[in-house]
Structure formats: C-alpha cells, structure tokens
C-alpha cells in the first residue's frame, strides 16, 4: 500500500531528518512524500527521493499539511520538532499536531517514534484506518 508521508523538521532538527531518511530511504522511496520547504530540499538534495514541497512552516507550510489531513490526504506525519527553541509559528504547529490526534493520525514528534513508524510501514503492518472504519 502506497502511503502519504509528510516530513517536516524545525532548523535544528534537519541535520536528523536528512539522517532519518537517508537510512529509511528503501522503505521511503514506495511511498508519496510531503514536506515544508527546506526540509523538502534537504531530503531531496541528500536521497534523490521525489518530495511534493510545500511553503516553508513560518509561511504556511505547516497549514498546507495540516488541510491534507484534515481531508484525510495524509497517512503519517513526521515532525520533528526542537522542544528546548520557541517558534514564531507555534499555533500553526499545535493546530497540526491537534489535527492528527481528531483524524487518527500517526505522529512522530522524535527519531525513536519516526523509526517505530517507519519500521511498521517497512513491514506493511499500517491498518489502523481500516480498524477505525470497521468501529460500529
């Protein structure tokens, strides 16, 4: 099953995002990838993976993900965030995060949850839409 995935990471958190998907980059490269801006380039600069870019996350990049998921275009969100730095765009990104939690989606806010999401996604083990849909 091809999965929509966006990956997005604050400044300090690109150098791991790149490393992220370059070790997930055979489990990355069936799959349709979406990302905020620099974090795209740098993805794509690094892997040579296809990644649909949006506007960076201070520019509304972060809301441009968050309307996928709202319209349920979006399987997995990976952000990695920098909790110890203050973000101008901050209630863009709690809006994100608080939309992932209405439509049940997967959210990895750090490498050790992104690894235990993308190593279910190498190993085909993504049903939980198909759970939540059979819910009387």
Known sequence: MKLA??????????DDMVQLTSSYQEVLKDHQLYATGTT???IIEAT????????SGPLGGDQQIGG???N???DIVIFLRDPLTPQPHEPDISALLRLCDVYNIPLATNIATAEMLLSG???EKIDWRKLIRQRP
Do not use: C, T, W
């Open 68 to 70: 996928m998921v709202s």
């Open 72 to 74: 349920e275009e979006i």
């Open 121 to 123: 996604v190498a190993e």
């Open 48 to 55: 040579n993976l296809p990644v649909h870019r949006f506007k």
């Open 5 to 14: 995935i966006a990956l997005i990471a604050h400044d300090k958190m690109k």
């Open 40 to 42: 795209g380039q740098r």
